[in-house]
């Protein structure tokens, strides 16, 4: 079983950066399709990004395009999302999650893992 934990959130200004990182234990990120959940107060957790096992393509959701990238560095077993630009609106809990050797997919159902989350809070 693999486990999941997030680190890299703040408080930064709008139109500030971060790095969130997920690093895993139990397994290795090459064999999972990995994603990047977030969830604002008062909101339902929702899509923000994800790579796939295989091949490692990507895929965002529309509202963070063009600003947050997510990479995966194997050697370290670890996934990042870069987030720039950040908007006020873009507060929120940020979650890693992993979905064995699983396809694209945006939904929250097909991740097996979830790491505790990691709060990111952009003052304007």
């Known amino acids: 079983q693999v486990q999941l934990v997030e680190s890299g959130g703040g408080l930064v200004q709008a139109g500030g950066s971060l790095r969130l990182s997920c690093v895993a234990s139990?397994?290795?990120?090459?064999?999972?399709?990995m994603g990047w959940f977030r969830q604002a107060p008062g909101k339902e957790r929702e899509f923000v990004a994800h790579?796939?096992?295989?091949?490692?393509?990507?895929n965002y959701a529309d509202f963070v395009k063009g600003r947050f990238t997510i990479s995966r560095d194997n050697a370290k077993n670890t996934v990042y999302l870069q987030m720039n630009s950040l908007k006020p609106e873009d507060t929120a809990v940020y979650y890693c999650?992993?979905?064995?050797?699983?396809?694209?997919?945006?939904?929250?159902?097909?991740?097996?893992?979830w790491g505790q989350g990691t709060q990111v809070t952009v003052s304007s």
């Open positions: 999650a992993a979905n064995w050797r699983g396809s694209s997919n945006q939904r929250q159902r097909a991740y097996d893992y």
């Open positions: 790579i796939t096992w295989s091949g490692g393509s990507t």
């Open positions: 139990g397994g290795t990120v090459r064999d999972y399709t």
